[in-house]
């Protein structure tokens, strides 16, 4: 009989323990978000509302929790400064053609991504999906349209149907201006003395980032360009100054050029277990840590790839993998 209550008892135990455990879940669960937007964590919840706010799809885990006026003077706390770049004091290098290109495995502490180095930047082109305005394809496709040896996705683009009311998810449609060869592909910029933040390369190769207008473009011989922000690194020196630079932590894409010409192309890997992501301050250190003289973000979140001598060299986070997209920079 003695057995008997020892072995209920110890069911008894078992259930007990197992719903504590539940509960504990269960109220974890209600309180913690409570806990990181309204608790005394501040660079927890910055980190958290600025890669929320930076998505298409997950703003709603700030919104939640936060009005847009509490939203609004967070992102407010990470300043990106705006440098200009100065026509006299633009890069000027010789091109010797260089055919090299050289591959760098990037380890941090909370990410792990690739770099490539282009040592020739003139090989350095915009491509775009053969369907453009109406559906995106793999960065990994649109390279081997073009026939490259490497790519990394390129600008922002809108999944929004064309009355703005429903969500597609073909990313094919452009954000700002797409440039290619010389071609202007898409623009929606309007007033061509209007500066926008821009990535672009002019017929010797010179990379310019930050905000330039177009008819400024047409007048430095620019053939290449999309548009995307922000400028990370301009004239050698970095644009931000304090903070992380606002945009949370995510899986990046970035594209830099050294003072003797050559381009950087960056992916960071992100939301994941291995690589969580990086904020755009790690982008911009890891830049000047490999020489680059200007530099400039592009856009990240599962857009993040980078294809490199037949295949796709990162993980991007995607659950399908690579997400289609509008544009991609690729080396010829």
């Known amino acids: 009989m003695a057995k008997k209550n020892i072995k209920k008892s ?37 980190t958290l509302v600025g890669s929320a706010m930076t998505t298409l799809s997950h703003q709603y885990i700030a919104k939640l929790f936060l009005s847009e006026e509490e939203i609004n003077k967070i992102l407010s ?14 890069l000027k ?21 690739y770099m490539i180095l282009i040592h020739d930047p003139t090989r350095v082109k915009v491509g775009f999906s053969t369907k453009l305005g109406i559906a995106g394809e793999l960065t990994s496709q649109i390279a081997e349209n073009n026939e490259s040896i490497a790519a990394i996705n390129g600008g922002g683009f809108s999944d929004k149907s064309s009355d703005g009311s429903t969500w597609t998810g073909t990313g094919g449609k452009p954000v700002g201006l797409l440039m290619s060869n010389g071609v202007i592909k898409h623009n929606d910029i309007k007033d061509e003395n209007k500066k926008e933040d821009v990535m672009a390369l002019t017929s010797s190769g010179m990379l310019l980032v930050g905000p330039h207008s177009l008819n400024e473009m047409k007048e430095l011989g620019v053939k290449e360009a999309i548009s995307f922000e922000p400028a990370l690194v301009v004239n050698g020196q970095g644009t931000i100054k304090s903070g992380d630079g606002g945009w949370g932590i995510a899986p990046r894409t970035a594209i830099g050029q050294r003072k003797d010409g050559a381009i950087l192309m960056l992916v960071i890997d992100g939301r994941q277990v291995r690589s969580v992501g990086a904020t755009l301050k790690d982008v911009q250190d890891i830049m000047l840590e490999y020489g680059a003289y200007n530099a400039t973000n592009l856009d990240g979140g599962s857009s993040s790839t980078m294809y490199y001598d037949g295949e796709v060299i990162n993980n991007p986070c995607d659950p399908l993998g690579e997400r289609a997209v509008p544009s991609v920079i690729y080396v010829k």
């Open 10 to 46: 110890k069911r008894f135990s078992i259930k007990i323990f197992i719903l504590f455990i539940i509960f504990e879940i269960f109220i974890t669960a209600i309180t913690a978000p409570f806990i990181i937007f309204h608790g005394p964590f501040k660079n927890v919840k910055r």
């Open 93 to 113: 290098f010789s091109n010797k053609h260089d055919s090299k290109i050289e591959r760098f495995d990037i380890d941090g502490k909370k990410f792990k991504g």
């Open 77 to 90: 706390e990470d300043k990106v400064d705006t440098i200009l770049q100065n026509r006299n004091d633009m």
